[in-house]
């Protein structure tokens, strides 16, 4: 598509329910990232895709959180038993192979755990 | 010690005013240097890549320091559509495409 696209744009869920985020990379773009950024705070890294190689999972905060990639393409992020610390807007990113072009974001999903 | 360092201000600048930001990197063997820009309640936008020699585009000016392991980002003639939070990114050595994002600076012109 002509930009990242990430849905559900706004997700309310309570406490210990599971939820699912999904990333829709620009076409052609082999790298793909997660990010979140709680209020007023900065980007943290989540997970980062390169084509077919094994992900880099080292910014996941705990093993309630998991990600895939099917086909070198949609990501979705899996927030498991949902805690109201895991508040933030959920951003994803991709890129060319390189990265050195940097990155382009989708909009995000701001996702609030009551 | 954090990656990626900047003050996070806010710097509070009338129309046409020069303002500039620094921001500090903590691995020598960085990369990659770039600047994004990010509206309230927006995601964040590349605003420029930061090339060791300098560039410039239009008002906006980066400089990366290698020996002081900073880059700046300089804005000429401030505008009010310029007032955003300005954020440092830097990729480690090792991993291009793992970037480093600083916690930002917020920029506010004034009329």
């Known amino acids: 598509g002509a930009g990242v696209s990430q849905s559900p744009s706004n997700k309310v869920t309570e406490k210990g329910k599971d939820v699912e985020l999904r990333c829709d990379p620009i076409?052609?773009?082999?790298?793909l990232y997660w990010y979140r950024q709680s209020l007023g705070q900065g980007l943290e890294f989540l997970i980062y895709?390169?084509?077919?190689?094994?992900?880099?999972k080292s910014g996941l905060p705990s093993d309630r959180f998991s990600a895939e990639r099917t086909g070198g393409s949609v990501s979705t992020l899996t927030i498991q038993r949902t805690q109201q610390e895991d508040s933030a807007v959920y951003l994803c990113?991709?890129?060319?192979?390189?990265?050195?072009?940097?990155?382009?974001f989708g909009s995000g999903t701001r996702l609030t755990v009551v | 010690r954090k990656e990626v360092e900047q003050d996070p201000g806010p710097f509070n600048v009338p129309e046409g005013a020069t303002v500039a930001f620094n921001c500090t990197y903590s691995?020598?063997?960085?990369?990659?240097f770039f600047w994004y820009r990010q509206d309230c309640r927006k995601e964040p936008k590349l605003l420029m890549s930061?090339?060791?020699s300098g560039n410039e585009d239009g008002r906006f000016t980066a400089q990366l320091n290698r020996a002081s392991q900073y880059i700046s980002l300089l804005i000429r003639d401030s505008k009010l559509s310029d007032s955003a939070t300005y954020l440092c990114?830097?990729?480690?050595?090792?991993?291009?495409?793992?970037?480093?994002f600083g916690s930002g600076t917020k920029l506010n012109v004034k009329p």
């Open positions: 990113a991709s890129s060319r192979i390189s990265g050195s072009d940097g990155y382009t």
């Open positions: 076409s052609g773009h082999t790298a």
């Open positions: 895709f390169q084509g077919n190689s094994a992900p880099d």
């Open positions: 691995n020598s063997a960085s990369q990659s």
């Open positions: 930061v090339y060791s």
């Open positions: 990114v830097v990729t480690p050595g090792d991993n291009f495409n793992k970037f480093y």
